[in-house]
């Protein structure tokens, strides 16, 4: 992480501790969907089944985020995006039998409690909040590679009960698609930059530290959790570096154009306006 034309030092502690309550704002749907989900197994035996609770709270949260203008229409519309392909990616991985939905509900379809995409759903409020509170852009990214890649990752993790796995290769041409990539981010009244694929992988751990917490908290259980609940393994942190990368090209193609993210290509100069830094959206997605 290097400083981009930072006019003068600022106190590490300081920006630090900014950087973290930035997160902590970024964080704020899946963090309280997490805390829903642990404070739903606490509640006494109730008339309705607990994961219909949870999609209800799901709704909820969704709703007052946009009524509170945390998120924009655009931002609902991306979450809602992740919120299917999420779903589509639980129906599929159960079926598998990769991981179960023990208790029963009537919003289960296939073994699978339709609150379920709002775990995905959740990642996508993080990356478009993120966007807009740390004022995002991106320079030199590859826009149409990486859109193909990040289709075939997501393929790939319905395949391989088939196929041969292609994780591993498709990592090496995820590498090579955000080579010189660099994700800009401002902390305070200092800008900032790290390689994007750095980012996805810091994203990756904290998913795997999340989905720890999440299985914990009974959203959801692994075939060796049933007896009891135990870390989930270390893999997974490779496979959410990995699946970052589907919503973030969804969040960078149809919310970071909007009003406060910029996407540049290696040929592209900003242009500032009074409403943050936009490149063309023509240049940048021709």
């Not at 997160?23 to 994961?51: D, H, K, N, T, W």
């Not at 009244?189 to 999340?210: D, E, K, T």
Request: charged share 15%; aromatic share 14%; hydrophobic share 50%.
């Amino acid at each position: 992480m290097r400083p981009n034309e930072t006019p003068q030092p600022a106190n590490p502690a300081g920006q630090l501790l900014r950087f973290g309550l930035l997160q902590a704002r970024c964080c704020a749907f899946p963090v309280a969907l997490v805390l829903g989900i642990g404070a739903s197994g606490l509640l006494p035996e109730l008339p309705v089944a607990r994961y219909d609770l949870v999609l209800l709270y799901g709704v909820g949260l969704t709703v007052l985020a946009r009524k509170a203008g945390w998120d924009s229409a655009r931002d609902t519309a991306v979450i809602a995006a992740c919120h299917v392909i999420g779903l589509l990616f639980e129906l599929v991985k159960v079926q598998m039998g990769s991981w179960v939905y023990p208790e029963e509900a009537l919003t289960k379809v296939a073994g699978v409690p339709l609150y379920g995409g709002f775990l995905y759903a959740a990642v996508g409020s993080y990356v478009c909040r993120a966007w807009r509170l740390m004022d995002l852009s991106l320079d030199r990214y590859r826009a149409r590679p990486m859109a193909v890649l990040a289709a075939l990752v997501y393929l790939n993790f319905f395949t391989h009960h088939w196929l041969p796995d292609l994780r591993w290769p498709l990592a090496a041409l995820l590498l090579l698609a955000l080579w010189g990539t660099w994700v800009h981010y401002t902390v305070g009244a200092v800008r900032y930059r790290m390689p994007l694929s750095l980012a996805f992988v810091l994203i990756g751990f904290f998913l795997w530290v999340a989905e720890n917490a999440a299985t914990y908290a009974g959203a959801w259980s692994y075939p060796d959790q049933l007896d009891g609940w135990q870390p989930v393994p270390l893999a997974k942190f490779a496979a959410w570096s990995l699946l970052i990368s589907v919503t973030f090209v969804i969040a960078a193609r149809y919310a970071a154009v909007q009003t406060y993210g910029v996407v540049t290509p290696s040929t592209s100069k900003p242009r500032r306006s009074r409403i943050g830094r936009l490149w063309s959206e023509a240049s940048t997605w021709r």
